[in-house]
Each structure stands twice: as structure tokens, then as C-alpha cells.
């Protein structure tokens, strides 16, 4: 399905729109991945998007949407799911360690089967709950896509990220009321819109620092 010209070109138009600059064989390899994801998802139902064109604004363009936000060098992907936005992010950005945390069985076999089928070395795959993740060398940013609210989602996660790093959060439209209800302990340093080629529906991206360490045990670079 993915494999056709027609998706190829498809892809590539919608990231020439975006302004990005992706590979050619880059963009084949993000059309494998929605390969195995439209063929693992007739079993273990991964996603309800199941439309190709869709998929791939749903899935990869809406991913690559938050690539101007991502430094450092360790990335977390709390809650990946299907590997979003993860494996797309990965896949771009070579030079950085992703690792995909889930707690769900399924989920997790299918990321490491995308892994293993791709050849991707800058990812790692753990099946873990977020808050029983410790002793591991702090992350540059920690991002999810749609896992929880705001506030659960900074405080499930406070202990992972680095003093200097950045929490990342996907969201529909402006969350207003979830960023009243950010804890104490952290900032909010900018709301920034998304533009995805091909969706009508609003996006946009949270992003949180730390402001004072406190109380709150945060582990250092190794």
C-alpha cells in the first residue's frame, strides 16, 4: 500500500509544504513504518486512523510538526503507542537517543518490531508505567502525545527530565484550563501553535520548564 508511487509522492509534497527537510530515503523508511502500522493494526487495533492519506497527516506530518522543538541529545516519548511521535522524530533526527516508553504488551512488540524492521539505532523500546521508570540518566525533553493532562503529565514525569531540560505536550487546541492547573515547581514558557498540511483541526504545543528544583529529586547527566 505505502509502497506505491502514489503515497511517495503524496508524502514528500506535504513535507515540501511543511517547509521540512527530509531524505528521500528518509521518507521511504516513514512509509514502511505506516506499513507496518496499517498491517499490525488489523490485529492489535492501534490506532483508529486508517485512512492512508490520513495516516500519513495524522501520523508523520503531525509528528514532524514539533521537530523545531526538539534539542539536547536524550529524548523520552512517554505513552508512544504506536511509536507517535517518537519513530518519525527518530527517524529524522539520527543524532539524538529516543527512548519509546509504554506500558502497554502489544504496543510495546509492535515498536520493537518497527525498530528491528527498520534498522532504527537511536531508539530504544522499554515497557514500563512512567512513574516506575527510575535510575536512568536524565532526558533533554520529554514529550507525549496525547497521554494525559498537563498536571498528571508533569508530575508523573518531573523525576525524568534534566534540570535544564523541556516537557513537551501535544495538544488539540490552547488547553487553557490545564495550564492553570500546572503544578508548582514548573513554568510555562511558550504555547506554540502547529501547522500540520492537510488538517483542519487545531494543534498546538506546550511547552514546560522547570522553575525550581525544591524538593522534587531530579537524577543528573551520567
Not at 4 to 18: D, M, P
Not at 123 to 132: A, D, G
Not at 193 to 217: F, M, N, S, W, Y
Request: glycine letters at 6%; a neutral charge; one cysteine or more.
Amino acid at each position: 500500500m505505502f509502497n506505491s508511487a502514489e503515497f511517495s509522492q503524496s508524502l514528500a509534497q506535504k513535507i515540501t509544504v511543511s517547509g521540512l527537510i527530509v531524505s528521500h530515503d528518509i521518507q521511504q523508511q516513514l512509509l514502511q513504518f505506516l506499513q507496518l502500522l496499517a498491517k499490525w493494526n488489523q490485529t492489535y487495533n492501534l490506532t483508529s486512523v486508517c485512512d492512508p492519506e490520513k495516516m500519513i497527516t495524522q501520523h508523520v506530518l503531525d509528528s514532524l510538526a514539533i521537530l523545531p522543538y526538539i534539542q539536547g541529545k536524550r529524548i523520552l516519548d512517554v505513552g508512544s503507542g504506536a511509536g507517535l511521535p517518537g519513530i518519525p522524530l527518530a527517524l529524522v533526527l539520527p543524532q539524538m537517543q529516543f527512548v519509546l516508553l509504554d506500558s502497554n504488551g502489544k504496543k510495546t512488540r509492535f515498536l520493537t518490531h518497527v525498530v528491528q524492521s527498520l534498522k532504527i539505532p537511536n531508539i530504544q523500546v522499554m515497557q514500563t508505567r512512567v512513574e516506575e521508570l527510575k535510575n536512568v540518566e536524565c532526558f533533554d525533553i520529554v514529550m507525549a502525545r496525547a497521554f494525559s493532562s498537563l498536571h498528571d503529565f508533569l508530575q508523573k514525569t518531573q523525576h525524568l527530565c534534566c534540570n535544564d531540560g523541556k516537557f513537551l505536550a501535544m495538544k488539540g487546541a490552547h488547553p487553557t484550563d490545564e495550564i492553570k492547573e500546572i503544578p508548582a515547581g514548573f513554568k510555562l514558557e511558550a504555547v506554540h501553535p502547529l501547522k500540520v498540511p492537510g488538517l483542519d483541526a487545531q494543534r498546538c504545543l506546550v511547552c514546560v520548564t522547570k522553575e525550581q528544583v525544591g524538593d522534587i529529586i531530579t537524577p543528573t547527566r551520567s
